[in-house]
């Protein structure tokens, strides 16, 4: 083996065989970086399995190996190999490393292999090669491969096996140098907003040893950048992750980074998308009903309640699939057109050389506007609603205020759904926009117009009145009449204009021939209105009546030539004068006829001439008078003659012989029908000769005056407008005719019907129009004989055709009854439509004003062309800036005469356009209407006019910035987005208005931050041990620490600036602080001037050295101190306000440099200036920088090089998060331990900021049920608009009996957490009985009772070591730098509040003392001599042993003995020391007050001075029971003089306090140790309580209803009453005192039914609402007559209730003697707990007994006296009250002794 070989030669480990194939693996980074980090034999130790090897080829057995058969599967290799894969890393280049490697033989027979590997420089192959070798079933054959590497780099070789029955490869790798990025291994984004962006930046280091070049991808919703790279070796890169999901829900993606050299590592990635609190106010907004062209507005509001930004669009559509969907359709329509012009382009440019590059060209286009289809937002557009913004953002825990616009264009009903998008809930919110329109409000003052009855033919006038009465102007015009009476109206105008308010009056004339009653309604069209509007006309058409007297003039036989005259009258019966005229049907309309003596006159007349006549008809018949008027109701006499002409020609002559003469007999008929006449021919000189002649009339007497033949053709005319064809037609007949016109095809219906009301434009879809063309008027008429009436043809077509119908006329004739056709006529006419060829149907100019370019009128050129067959009228209007002009450019007249086109004619005009018509610089876009109407039809034709004109415009949006208010200090970055609208690259520049007037930057000051004041308090109050405590001597700063804010400068410093103090409390000599503002009249001389500072004037003393800004109270800083900025400081609430004075000093302090300040550094644009190339879009950032307590206004200025100047309103403000707090401390007050109390703090946002606030650390349980001494605040966090509060509950179970405190941090925004103090005294109904507690034989209550005995030893020692240790003062020096001067309560300047506070306390004491004797005679009256003897004798010895202790407090204690021996004292109280320690020089000569200052009180709350000296004698030293534990030990030897003596007697010599004495014997005497077992008892309880509630699950923690009133069912040791021994027959008894020494009243049970048969019995079974401190007083007696001799041993149980809470309340209001009736049923109890007197008595024979001690295991009776020793006597109410009032706290915010009301 070659030197330098790495390892040592050996067997390797070869792993089990994989038993499936191996499955790939993801590859984690740690798992990576630890793979790349493995040396090669580490990683080949470290392969889990072996896989078999892949065969390459198959070899035939039977010529290989005479086994023809093996155990091994086919399609596996005989072969193991270890490793699969031979692979070395981590190698040094040149060094030469080694691989073993293993082929293991799995066949159950030998078997041969072959290793080979091809020559390598890199390498070696040491074992047998090139041959074969046999190895044996099951076992190894090991080679080994050695790698010389050249250099750190990747190298690959095989080696290839060769067995009996296959052939497998090897593969051998050398992984040289590696990149290893550290990525970790999973990346959650836990819980995140739904369509919101969530990033994670990973900082990724090069771990490998080689640069990395990587590419990183992932699956959507995740994504990552940078996508690919390299990072050097050691460099560091920043990669950031992605996390945006579309939809809710959860979800898992791999970060794969993949390197160059091959491998890929995958991230596992997480994240869980949920929709946020973002909504919507409402889900539709109703816009009031708008008029058209105007609009309304309404507003909606976005309301994100989240933690993020969030991003919101206006869509049209619900999802995104709907948009995709439209854009796929509108790509598909590019697509096709893309395609069609392409075929288009292909045919027309065949022979184009060019023609690729254009369809690349196109190809290029369509690209581009499927890009924009693609990349168009879809925001909601609509041409009613408008939205306003429709996209933007809204911060976390903000809203926005979204403009809904209406814009109606049609009076109608509008209703559209638009949809928000927005980032934060995966649905699009809906709302519902509804508005409807309103017309014009055109109405007719009256609606219907009654004309009653007119006259025929007459023309009537009457006026309508149309009114607007809505907003906007209205447009009507009368829709044409179709009815023959309508068509008798005339209204004008028919159609205009009325403004808003405005009315309009309509003239209507009526003239008709159609009599009758009729019914007209007229409609009047109203654009954008729903309907027409109706005009109502009714009336009555009556004619003129008249009557002939006679009806028929017979004329009889008229000979020829002889007239005969008839008459008749004719009378008018109407009431209007008629006109009339008489006529003669059918009479001849020539010459009259003559008579015969006029023709034989003269015989030159020309009727004597043949032929004469002629064509024309004589006149027959003669009326006189023919015509004229006749009055109302009168009459005219009518003449009517005639002269026979019934004509012969010649009528004579001479006929000679031989010879005939033709005669003509001339017949004019005037009817039809058959007439008879004859003809008498006279001879002369012969007879008549009469021959009969008759004829025969047909065809009809009817005839016009024009041609009215079988067929009319007339010309073409305009469809729209009615044909008229008038004449006359006359009845030439005798009889009179009805004539009935139709057409044929048509019903009478249809008929009926007014002209042109077909509506139907598609005239080739029905076989007629729905009413004939050709109407005659009027359809029906009666004609008499010889009458003659005007009939009127109206053709009217509204579209264009060619028209041919058939008039038929159907008459009754006379008397007849039936119709018949006696006239048939075919009308045809073709209707058009003014066809006009237009050169160009829109005609646009488009203009790019340039900075150089000179606007210039602009012309394009019109042509029109009349493609009718008719002539044409053409009026053109158009309107500015654009003009109409001739073909030489020059402009048409405004009042030119309308345009007139022949047939064919064409006429060629210009269009001018003035680009200058507008003054300003902005692109405008003018668009009008030529409209071009026909003077000969309705029809107008329109002709769209443009014109664009684009100077360098921007598109700016928003027009303002308002950055709000920000916090002092921090800076706000905006933007507006600038877009280039228009088609010229823009230069631009920003720059800032220098208007002062309209920019402004001023100071806003904010209140100072204080602490609010502590409560006032009485004067007093200064002697209160509440008030001064020894932490405040030894600690003199750290109220001050408490009542500073932190922000404000610490004390000392010497520029203190805005600190505000009372300057009252500012001592003498004091400088003045620099800027302080006062009266100079009462500023004292010599004191330095003052800036900023606000103090009393009147108060300051003169030479007064004031700190800068500081506000003090002179009157608590001593005279002559020095200058100090540890004086108190008065805190101030956040709410209450600067005085004026103070606003103006201030604002003079930091205005000056706030005035300084200059626009650009307030706010700031980037970047300055730029192009913006057409389309172009840029972001333009504005930073608002906030200088402390600011109001800032400026307007930017955008300045357009050849465009207009831009404006954008920045403003903004800065101030400081401010909250008011109206409590730091809350007293619970006396409660009971196991309620749940509440309280209330309200926190007050005063600041401009909204802020949310949380208490810190919480409590997890519920606010019914909270864990005992942990609070729970409701709500524990929220947030608070800028000027709102929030009332924050406050829940609390003390959980112990007596003093307790905690408190509670509440912390708003990023400001220092706020504390408040919770502090009270948990208490519960308790009764004490003047008896001993027996623990003797309890483990549990002795235990206790020893660590009560060791906690008292060690008090003890302490105490003895603080006397010893304790310096002579405890005051501090006066000169002590940085220590304030105490306000001691004996301080200069306080004597007269000492003399009040001890007067008032005097008095209290006096009235104590009064009830204190009253009660001690009371309660010695009752005992008798003999008792009174030995408790005197008690006494003595008991006075004796604290002679020392009461001789200097005899005097000063205002209570006497509560049982005054019957003897007065021996010595009388001495008077207190006339000469008291230096420490005393201080007190005044008043007599001091019975409570110590508080400077006294080091002590805890526990102290063991309280337990008396020996075992307790019938009267306990009051002055014990009258000390708070704390106040009683840490009083130094120096400072008892200082302390009243009644206090010093309050304090037991430590070696007459034997404890030990009173509880050897098992029996607990003391009431203080009792009462010290008790809370320990409690505690205990309250403790494994909570370890029951704290082992449930997180939401059942808590204490509850339940276990609250488990907490006071405690068990206590047994008091014990022992009667002594009794003589059987005799009786004994007992007084014991049951005494409420809780401070509520207490209810008691006594269960006496235990003492049935035991010789005990009680005088009182139960006592209610006993008060506190009040004692009942129980008789226990023992009556052994009916019991045997031995020992009676009995328990008492007395159950003690608990009330409720509500109760509890009731109960304290509830303090007098004597509860009210009402008590019983107001209180509840909530649990009991059961106190236990253990009656013991022993019954004898005799009354001789041998008296030995007492065995307190079994118990003997005892005499009186040792029951007296034992019991320790009566205790009065007074004694318990002072007890336990000394044993609760009364410092200041803490529990205050109970109430004082005498019992």
Same mark, same amino acid.
């Given at each position: 083996?070659?030197s ?5 030669e050996?067997?390797p480990?070869?792993?089990k &065989? ?5 499955k790939?693996?993801?590859?984690? $980074? ?6 790349m980090?493995?040396?090669?034999k580490?990683?080949l130790?470290s392969?889990?399995?072996i ?15 005479n086994?023809?058969?093996?155990a091994?599967?086919?399609d596996q290799?005989l072969?193991?190999?270890?490793p699969?894969?031979v ?10 490393c ?12 030998? *078997? ?8 390598s ?5 040491v ?7 046999k190895?044996?079933p ?6 080994r ?23 497998f490869?090897?593969?051998i790798?050398?992984?040289?140098a590696?990149?290893?990025?550290d990525?970790?291994d999973q990346l959650?984004?836990s819980? @995140? ?6 990033? #994670?930046t ?14 990183i ?15 050097g070796i ?11 999901? &579309? ?14 050299? %091959?491998e ?8 869980s998308?949920?929709n946020?609190?973002i ?7 109703t ?5 058209i062209?105007?609009?309304n ?8 309640h989240?933690?993020v930004?969030?991003?919101?669009q ?23 057109? =893309? ?9 027309w ?9 254009r369809?690349?060209?196109l ?21 009613i609603f ?6 933007g953002?809204?911060w ?20 559209r ?16 926009l ?6 014009p409000?055109?109405?007719f ?5 009654d004309?009653? #009855?007119?006259s ?5 006038r009457?006026k ?6 809505g907003?906007?102007?209205?447009l009507f ?10 068509? @008798?109206?005339?209204f004008?105008p ?10 309009q009056?309509i ?22 209105a729903p ?10 058409v ?11 003039l017979?004329?009889? /036989? ?5 007239p005969?005259?008839?008459? @008749?009258?004719l !009378?008018?019966?109407s009431?209007?004068?008629?006109a009339?005229t ?16 006029d023709?034989?006159s003269?015989?030159?007349?020309p009727?004597?001439r ?19 008027t ?12 005639t002269?026979?002409r019934w ?9 000679p012989?031989?010879?005939e003469?033709?005669?003509?007999v ?14 008498k ?28 033949s079988?067929?009319l ?5 305009f469809s ?10 006359t ?9 009935f ?5 048509f019903?009478v219906?249809q ?5 042109? !009301?077909?509506k139907?434009?598609s ?18 008429m ?7 009436k005007?009939?009127v ?5 509204s ?9 038929? @006329?159907h008459?009754?004739?006379g *008397?007849?009854?039936?119709?018949k056709?006696?006239m048939?006529?075919?009308?045809s ?9 237009i050169s ?17 009128l ?34 048409l007249p405004?009042?030119a005469?309308p345009?007139?086109l022949?047939k064919g ?22 668009e ?18 443009r014109?664009?004109?684009?100077f ?5 949006q ?5 950055f ?5 200090g921090?800076?706000?970055v905006d933007?507006?987005a ?6 010229i690259p ?7 208005q ?7 930057i ?8 204080f602490k609010?004041k ?6 007093n109050?200064?002697?209160s041990r509440?008030q ?14 408490a009542?500073?804010?932190p922000?404000q400068q610490p004390?000392?410093s010497?520029?203190?600036?805005g ?10 000599g ?10 100079p ?23 007064s050295?004031d700190?800068l800004?500081?506000v003090?109270?002179p009157a ?9 900025l540890?004086? #108190?400081?008065? $805190?101030?609430t956040?709410?209450?306000?600067l005085?004026?004075e103070?606003m103006?000093? &201030?604002?003079?302090f !930091?205005g000056?440099?706030?005035l ?6 307030v706010?700031?644009?980037q ?18 920088f906030?200088h402390?307590n600011?109001?800032?206004r400026?307007t930017?200025?955008?300045?357009v ?5 831009y404006?954008?309103e ?8 401010s909250y008011?707090l109206?409590t ?10 196991n309620e749940v109390?509440q309280a209330?703090v309200?926190l ?18 519920r606010? /019914?049920?909270p ?7 409701? $709500?524990s ?7 709102k509060?929030r009332v924050?509950k ?11 405190c ?8 990023h400001?220092?957490p ?5 502090k009270? =005294?948990g ?7 003047d008896l001993?507690?027996?623990?003797k ?7 206790i ?11 003890r020692?302490s ?12 005051e501090p020096?006066?000169?002590?730098p ?6 001691h309560?004996?301080a200069?300047g ?6 009040e506070t001890?007067?008032?306390?005097e008095?209290?004491t006096?009235i104590?003392?009064a009830?204190?004797i009253e ?5 010695s009256?009752?005992?008798s001599?003999?008792e009174?003897?030995?408790e005197?004798?008690?006494?003595? +010895?008991?006075e ?27 010595e009388p ?9 230096e420490?005393? +020089?201080?007190?005044p000569? =008043? ?10 009180? #080091?002590?805890? +709350?526990?102290k063991?001075?309280?337990v008396p000296?020996q ?21 130094p ?5 200082k302390v009243?003596s009644e ?9 007459a306090?034997?404890?030990d004495?009173?509880? /050897? ?8 140790v ?6 320990m ?10 370890r029951?509630v704290t082992?449930r699950?997180p ?5 509850d ?5 488990k907490?006071?069912?405690?068990k ?7 009667? %002594?021994?009794?003589t059987?027959?005799?009786?004994e008894?007992?007084?014991?005192d ?8 207490v209810?008691?049970?006594i269960?006496?039914?235990?003492l ?16 506190y401190?009040?004692?009942?007083r ?10 045997p ?7 008492l149980?007395?159950?003690v209730p ?7 309340v ?6 007098s003697p004597g509860?009210?009736a009402e ?9 009991s707990?059961?106190?236990y007197?253990h009656?013991?008595a022993t ?5 001789i ?8 295991s079994?118990p003997?009776p005892?005499?009186?006296? =040792? *029951?007296?020793?034992?019991c320790?006597g009566?205790?009065s109410?007074?004694a ?7 044993e609760r706290p ?13 019992n």
């Open positions: 083996m070659a330098g070989f790495q390892g040592t050996g067997k480990h070869i792993p &065989l994989a038993r499936e194939a191996e790939p693996v993801m590859l984690t $980074p740690s798992a990576f970086q630890k793979q980090s493995l040396t090669t580490q990683r130790a392969i889990p399995q896989n078999l090897p892949q065969i390459v080829q198959h070899r035939d057995m039977s010529e290989t190996s086994h023809k058969v093996s091994v599967d086919p290799t072969f193991h190999v270890f699969s894969e692979v070395f890393q981590n190698y040094v280049p040149h060094e030469v080694e691989m073993p490697l293993v082929l293991r033989n799995r066949d159950m027979v030998p *078997r041969l292999v072959k290793v080979t590997m091809e020559s420089p890199y390498f070696q192959l074992g047998p090669s090139g041959a074969y070798r190895v044996p099951g076992m190894c054959s090991n080679l491969i050695v790698f010389t590497p050249g250099e750190n780099k990747d190298y690959f070789h095989c080696l290839v096996c060769t067995t009996e029955r296959e052939e490869i090897v593969p790798w050398a992984i040289g590696r990149a290893v990025l990525f970790p959650d984004f819980v @995140c907003p739904v369509k919101y962006s969530t990033e #994670k990973l900082m990724v280091r090069n771990l490998g040893n080689r640069e990395a070049r990587y590419q991808s992932t699956q959507s919703p995740f994504s990552v950048t940078p996508t690919m790279g390299t990072l050691g460099d560091i890169l920043q990669v950031t992750v992605e996390f945006h999901p &579309l939809q809710i829900g959860d979800y898992s993606g791999s970060l794969v980074v993949h390197y160059d050299t %091959g890929d590592t995958h991230t596992s990635l997480h994240g998308a949920v946020v609190h909504r919507l106010d409402r889900n539709f907004v816009v009031e009903k708008t008029y062209t105007l609009s507005h309404s507003t909606v509001t976005i309301l994100n989240s933690n930004t969030a991003r919101f206006w869509k049209a559509f619900a999802t995104q699939a709907e948009e995709d969907q439209l854009k796929q359709r509108f790509c598909h329509r590019l697509c096709q057109e =893309e395609n069609a012009q392409a075929d288009n382009f292909l045919e440019s065949r022979a184009d050389t060019t023609r690729g590059e369809l690349s060209l190809s290029h286009i369509y690209q581009n506007e499927r890009a924009k289809v693609q990349g168009d937002p879809m925001l909601f557009f609509d041409d408008t939205i306003k913004p429709v996209e953002e809204i976390p825990n903000f809203s926005a205020e979204i403009s809904v616009t209406f814009r109606p264009r049609e009076a109608r009903l509008y209703e759904v638009v949809y928000c998008d927005i980032s934060g809930h995966e649905t699009r919110l809906p709302l519902r509804i508005g409807e329109g309103l017309g409000r055109l109405r003052l009256f609606e219907e117009l004309i009653g #009855k007119v025929v033919i007459s023309l009537h009457y309508a009145v149309l009114v607007n009465k907003p906007i102007e209205g015009s009368l829709l044409p009449p179709t009815t023959a009476v309508g068509s @008798c109206f005339t004008l028919q159609q205009g204009i009325i403004p808003p308010d405005g009315l009056a003239n209507i004339s009526f003239r008709t021939t159609i009599p009758g009653e009729f019914k007209e309604e007229f409609q009047f069209s109203v654009p954008q309907k027409p509007l109706t005009f109502t006309i009714r009336g009555y009556i004619g003129p009546t008249f009557h002939f007297n006679v009806r028929a017979h004329f009889g /036989d008229v000979s020829f030539g002889f005969r005259t008839l008459s @008749c009258r !009378t008018n019966t009431l209007m004068p008629m009339f008489l006529h003669i049907p059918g009479d001849g309309s020539g010459e009259p006829s003559l008579t015969s003596s023709q034989t003269s015989n030159t007349h009727s004597w043949r032929g004469a006549q002629g064509l024309t008809k004589p006149m027959e018949f003669t009326i006189t008078p023919c015509r004229g006749i009055c109302s109701q009168a009459f005219q006499d009518i003449q009517a003659g002269c026979s004509r012969i020609e010649p009528s004579k002559g001479v006929i012989p031989e010879s003469v033709s005669l003509t001339t017949a004019n008929l005037d009817d039809t029908g058959k007439f008879e006449d004859k003809v021919l006279f001879i002369e000189n012969s007879e008549v000769n009469i021959i009969p002649v008759q004829a025969v009339g047909v065809g009809t007497t009817i005839v016009t005056d024009k041609p009215f079988r067929e053709n007339f010309s073409p005319h729209l407008t009615p044909y008229c064809y008038q004449f006359k037609i009845n030439k007949g005798r009889h009179t005719h009805q004539l016109w139709t057409t044929e095809g019903s219906v008929q009926r019907r007014g002209l042109g !009301t077909t139907d434009k005239t080739s879809q029905v076989p007629r129009p729905a009413s004939p063309v050709f109407k005659l008027q009027p359809p029906q009666e004609l008499l004989p010889g009458q003659t005007d009939m043809l109206e053709g009217f077509s579209t264009p055709q060619k028209v041919k119908e058939r008039l038929l @006329c008459a009754m004739v *008397r007849e009854k039936r119709k056709q006696i048939q006529v075919d009308v006419c073709e209707f058009v439509f003014p066809l006009v060829q160009s149907r829109e005609i646009v100019f488009h203009v790019e004003k340039r900075p150089s370019d000179v606007l210039t602009l012309y394009k050129p019109l042509s029109l062309k009349n493609n009718c067959c008719l002539p044409l009228s053409i009026v053109l209007d158009l309107k500015k800036p654009f003009l109409i002009c001739d073909v030489d450019q020059q402009p405004e009042d005469q345009i007139k022949d004619e064409e006429i060629h005009l210009h269009i001018q356009f003035n680009p200058a018509y507008e003054k300003d610089l902005y692109s405008w876009v003018a009008k209407t030529l409209n071009m109407e026909f003077m000969e039809h309705p029809h107008e034709e329109q002709i769209t006019i014109g664009e004109v684009y360098p415009n921007l598109h700016i928003p027009k303002a910035l308002d709000g208010c920000i916090i002092n921090t800076e706000q933007f507006v600038m877009t280039n609208c228009s088609p823009v230069h631009y520049h920003w720059s800032f220098t208007d002062s007037q309209v920019n402004t001023r100071f806003n000051p904010s209140p100072p931050k609010p502590p409560p006032k308090k009485e004067r109050s200064l002697l509440r001064f405590s020894a932490e405040s001597v030894e600690e003199p700063t750290k109220d001050l620490e009542v500073q804010d922000a004390a000392g010497e520029d203190s600036l600190a505000e103090q009372d300057p009252a409390q500012q001592p003498a004091s400088e003045d602080s620099l800027g302080a503002e006062q009266d009249a009462q500023q004292p001389a010599g004191s330095e001037d003052s800036l900023g500072a606000v103090q009393d004037p009147a108060q300051q003393s003169a030479g050295e700190v800004g500081a003090q109270d608590q800083q001593s005279a002559g101190s020095e200058e100090s540890v004086a #108190k400081v008065l $805190p101030c956040a709410v209450e306000p005085s004026l103070t103006k000093g &201030l604002r003079r !930091t000056v440099e706030n300084a300040l200059r626009m650009e550094e706010f700031d644009v970047p300055v200036s730029g192009v913006l190339q057409p389309g172009e879009s840029q972001r333009v950032l504005f930073t608002f906030g402390p600011i109001v800032a400026v930017a200025l955008c300045h090089e050849g465009g207009p100047t404006e954008v920045l403003s903004g403000g800065t101030s400081d998060l008011h109206d730091y401390d809350i007293n619970f007050g006396l409660q009971l331990f109390i209330e309200t007050q946002n005063t600041g401009v900021f909204g802020f949310t606030y949380k208490v810190l650390d919480p409590s997890t349980a606010a /019914d049920s864990l005992p001494g942990e609070p729970v605040v409701v $709500p966090t929220d947030y608070i608009e800028p000027g509060k924050l406050v829940y609390y179970l003390p959980g112990v009996v007596g003093v307790f905690s408190t509670l941090q509440i912390q708003v925004g400001l220092e706020a504390e408040i103090s919770l009270g =005294e208490t519960f109904l308790r009764i004490s009985v001993p507690w027996i623990v034989g309890h483990a549990k209550f002795e235990k009772l020893k660590e009560i005995k060791e906690n008292l030893q060690e008090e020692q105490d003895e070591a603080d006397v010893l240790s304790e310096p002579a003062s405890v020096p006066m000169d002590d940085g220590i304030e001067e105490q306000q309560p004996l200069p306080n004597e007269e509040i000492l003399k001890i007067e008032k306390e008095e209290e006096q104590d003392e009830v204190a009660e001690a005679s009371e309660e009256s009752e005992e001599s003999e009174s003897s030995e005197s004798s008690e006494e003595s +010895s008991t004796s042993s604290t002679e020392s202790s009461t001789e200097s407090s005899t005097e000063l204690s205002t209570e006497p003995p509560e049982e005054p021996s019957e003897e007065p004292p021996e109280p001495e008077e207190p020391s006339k000469e008291p320690p420490e005393t +020089s201080k007190v000569s =008043e007599k001091p007050s019975k409570e110590p200052p508080e400077e006294t009180s #080091k002590v805890p +709350s526990q063991p001075s309280k000296s075992k307790p004698s019938k009267e306990p030293p009051e002055e014990t029971s009258k000390v708070p534990p704390e106040e009683t030990s840490k009083v030897s120096e400072e008892t003089s009243p206090e010093t007697s309050k304090v037991p010599s430590m070696a306090c034997d404890t004495s009173d509880t /050897d014997d098992g029996i607990v005497w003391d009431t203080w009792q009462r010290e077992m008790e809370q008892l409690i505690k205990q309880h309250v403790l494994k309580q909570q029951i082992s699950p939401e059942l923690r808590g204490f209803k339940n276990i609250r009133q907490l006071v069912q405690i206590l040791p047994n008091y014990i009453l022992d009667m %002594g021994r009794v059987r027959g005799d009786t008894t007992h007084t014991v049951i005494t409420n020494t809780g401070p509520f009243p209810s008691f049970q269960e006496t039914h235990v049935q048969d035991t010789g005990f019995s009680l005088d009182l079974d139960q006592v209610q609402c006993l008060p401190c009040n004692t009942e129980i008789e226990v007696l023992f009556d052994s007559t009916s019991l001799v031995g020992e009676v041993d009995v328990r149980p007395i159950k608990q009330l409720l809470g509500q109760a509890v009731w109960a304290q209001q509830q303090m509860p009210s008590l019983s049923v107001l209180l509840q109890v909530t649990g707990y059961t106190v007197i009656l013991f019954v004898t024979e005799d009354s007994q041998k008296e030995g001690p007492p065995d307190l079994n003997s005892l005499t009186r006296s =040792e *029951r007296r020793k034992r320790g009566q205790r109410k007074s318990f009250k002072r007890i336990f009032q000394a009364a410092k200041d915010g803490e529990m205050k002794s109970a109430s004082k009301e005498p």
